[in-house]
T-cell receptor, first 114, second 113 residues
């Protein structure tokens, strides 16, 4: 089955620094998504990417859908303490028995020091 | 005005018991899902339902039985609970024509002793 490899597993940064994380897949996806999970909460959708090569921003967040459809990255600029949490990439392949199935990466734990 | 809600938030029970987790969404979505997040934070889909019909059953033991009384509700019943069932269970929902954009509930932390 499809597997996602997300890196890095964790990051410790100073407030104000930029952050970059990425995901690679063993097979293609039609949609790449990035979620953030705060402690004790469910994942919250940050950015959705629908087209190979697409570059999308949401405030200080920027994400790209790789042209091979097998990878994506997320950048966070000028990090602030509330960026702390676990960031997940997820891929969606719209076909056959994969209807509605999101495949998640292992997550990147982000810690921001004030 | 919670979009996807789950009850209970925490559930502690003994091995062998039967328990249920309830999920409701007020987004008007047709499709609902159950995911399991293990102790390493890995999220994996268990089931998806579209308009009360089972679409995905991701090789989950048959001790787990989802039930959808209407398209706004998807409950998860677990029989004969085992230690390995301890995890956080998330409900999610989406529009049927946009299953890639899923909205998650706050989760239910299940602890089996």
């Amino acid at each position: 089955g499809q597997q996602l490899n997300q890196s890095p597993q964790s990051m410790f940064i100073q407030e104000g620094e930029d952050v970059s994380m990425n995901c690679t897949s063993s097979s293609i996806f039609n949609t790449w998504l990035w979620y953030k999970q705060d402690p004790g909460e469910g994942p919250v959708l940050l950015i959705a990417l629908y087209k190979a090569g697409e570059l999308t921003s949401n405030g200080r967040l920027t994400a790209q859908f790789g042209i091979t459809r097998k990878d994506s990255f997320l950048n966070i600029s000028a990090s602030i303490p509330s960026d702390v949490g676990i960031y997940f990439c997820a891929g969606h392949y719209a076909g056959g028995t994969s209807y509605g199935k999101l495949t998640f990466g292992q997550g990147t734990i982000l810690t921001v020091h004030p | 005005d919670t979009a996807v809600s789950q009850t209970p938030k925490y559930l502690v029970t003994q091995m062998g018991n039967d328990k249920s987790i309830k999920c409701e969404q007020n987004l008007g979505h047709d499709t609902m899902y159950w995911y399991k997040q293990d102790s390493k934070k890995f999220l994996k889909i268990m089931f998806s339902y579209n308009n009360k019909e089972l679409i995905i059953n991701e090789t989950v033991p048959n001790r787990f039985s989802p039930k959808s009384p209407d398209k706004a509700h998807l409950n998860l019943h677990i029989n004969s609970l085992e230690l390995g069932d301890s995890a956080v269970y998330f409900c999610a929902s989406s529009r049927a024509d946009s299953t890639d954009t899923q909205y998650f509930g706050p989760g239910t932390r299940l602890t089996v002793l």
